[in-house]
Structures are given as structure tokens and as C-alpha cells.
């Protein structure tokens, strides 16, 4: 994947967890928390071709911020750590350590 691949996608994977969810036909939990595999799918129908499941498994373990893990995976669920539009629920913010994450 090349840079501006992988700039475009990692904004939308923000925009996607932290904004528009429901948007894109995802239901969030009360810790904003989705389907991982529903997650990928729309994913994937936007990007078409230029990311694979291994190039938006890369984003979503690595990417950090200042040193904090952006997005986090429990099971078969993903959620963006910070910065959400809505606040409900348990949300990370920037007192956690990555230890914490």
C-alpha cells in the first residue's frame, strides 16, 4: 500500500469509527465498539483494490498518537480510543498509557 493509500485510509477508518457509523449501516454498543468483520467489509467496498485485510489489520493495531493506541480491537469488535462526535458508554481518552489499551 502506498502512502496516500494509507493516509486516505486511516482517515476513513476515523472518520467511519469516530463520526459516521451508523452511516455506513454499522451498529455501535454502548462502548462504541462494531462488528470487526462488518467493519472490514465497508472497508473494503470503499477502498476496492487498493487495501487488503492485512494492509486495515496494519492500521488498526499500529496506528498511535502521541504514543496512544487510535483504535482498539476486543474480540470480533473495533472502536476508535478517542475523539468520538457522540460521548456514551466507556470511552478511552488520553489519561490511559498504552499499557492500559
Same mark, same amino acid.
Given at each position: 500500500? +502506498?502512502?496516500?493509500?494509507e493516509l486516505s ?5 476515523s472518520?467511519? $469509527?469516530?463520526?459516521?457509523?451508523k452511516?455506513?449501516? $454499522?451498529?455501535q +454498543? ?5 462488528n $470487526? ?8 467496498q470503499?477502498f ?12 488498526l493495531t499500529s496506528?498511535?498518537k502521541?504514543?496512544i ?6 474480540? +470480533?469488535k ?7 462526535t457522540w460521548?456514551?458508554?466507556?470511552q478511552l481518552?488520553d ?7
Amino acid at each position: 500500500m +502506498d502512502k496516500k493509500t494509507e493516509l486516505s485510509l486511516s482517515k476513513f477508518i476515523s472518520k467511519v $469509527l469516530r463520526h459516521e457509523a451508523k452511516r455506513f449501516g $454499522l451498529d455501535q +454498543d454502548e462502548d462504541n465498539f462494531v462488528n $470487526l468483520t462488518q467493519f472490514i467489509q465497508v472497508i473494503r467496498q470503499e477502498f476496492t483494490g487498493s487495501a487488503s485485510i492485512v494492509d486495515i489489520q496494519y492500521l488498526l493495531t499500529s496506528s498511535e498518537k502521541q504514543g496512544i493506541k487510535r483504535f482498539q480491537i476486543e474480540g +470480533d469488535k473495533v472502536r476508535a480510543t478517542y475523539k468520538h462526535t457522540w460521548k456514551k458508554g466507556k470511552q478511552l481518552n488520553d489519561n490511559f498509557t498504552n499499557d492500559e489499551l
